[in-house]
């Protein structure tokens, strides 16, 4: 890894007031907004069960899928010259253990993401007004324990951030400007295997916010340690195992 990955902090990022700094962060904020409130919209417009546990329809599920996956793809695409497009604090972290993003910059791109994700489903649990779906809150699927449901969420974050080191961190990667896209159908696919399980989240900052707009947190650890387990180990792994090189360019706002 280039040494100059391994610093906590870099002199662009000392200052706050930096300008490359302040848009990423504020890419960061709009585009995790705007990934929560299409995702969470979507569950609402489903029709996701009221009761907590209660299983979704195949149908269903594969609605609220199709629309996360067109949502972090296009939107980490959208994002990726401006911050990277993480969206996700398991993103982040997960760089952050690898040397690919500062810890000045980490703990201001997690800020961001959760601050979005609260305004996104604050704003969504308003304009819902007087109808009967509440914004829907991550759960264990029924018979689904706590230690059961953070294995699902370790298996499907780390996942997700496999494919992201195969497509876009790899220098060796033949489809690097699809690597967002492929980000997407990941995580639609993952929806669509751990949704009656484990909620799917992948994601805590997705949970933090339809919890902070409900009041609700049950079991709510399992979204952020599940995460931020398997999130890191696929980065080890990966970079471990199937990596030809530690050194590597910087790659497209993913290593700064």
């Known amino acids: 890894m280039d ?39 979507a569950a609402m417009a489903a029709g996701v069960p ?8 195949m149908a269903t599920l594969a609605g609220v899928a199709l629309a996360q996956a067109l949502a972090a793809g296009v939107l980490v695409t959208a994002g990726f010259h401006v911050s ?5 604090p398991a993103v982040t972290v997960a760089l952050l253990a690898r040397g ?3 810890a000045f910059r980490a703990v201001l791109y997690v800020a961001a993401q959760l601050l979005a994700s609260s305004l996104a489903c604050i704003l969504l ?31 499907l974050t780390f996942s997700l951030l496999f494919v992201v080191y195969a497509t876009i961190l790899d220098p ?25 399980f484990s909620g799917a989240s992948m994601n805590p900052a997705r949970s933090f916010g339809p919890a902070l707009a409900t009041g609700v947190w049950t079991n709510h650890w399992v979204y952020w ?19 030809v090189t530690k050194t590597h360019e910087p790659l497209l706002g993913w290593d700064f």
Request: proline share 6%; aromatic share 6%; charged share 10%.
């Open 3 to 41: 040494t100059k990955h391994a610093d906590s902090l870099d002199e662009r990022d000392v200052v706050v007031v930096d300008a490359g700094c302040v848009r990423a962060v504020l890419g960061e904020l709009v585009l995790t907004f705007l990934f929560v409130f299409t995702g969470v919209a």
């Open 50 to 57: 009221e009761l907590q546990g209660a299983a979704m329809p």
């Open 84 to 88: 990277g497009g993480h969206l996700n």
């Open 100 to 102: 690919h993003i500062t």
């Open 125 to 155: 649990r308003y304009l819902s007004g007087g109808q009967a779906t509440p914004v829907p809150v991550h759960t264990l699927g029924t018979g689904i324990g706590p230690m059961q449901g953070l294995v699902m969420e370790i298996i």
């Open 172 to 196: 060796r990667t033949t489809v690097p400007g699809y690597g967002p896209m492929l980000t997407g159908l990941i995580v639609g696919a993952n929806t669509i295997a751990g949704g009656n």
């Open 225 to 243: 340690v599940g995460p931020l387990v398997g999130g890191p180990l696929a980065g080890f792994v990966y970079e471990t195992v199937f990596m």
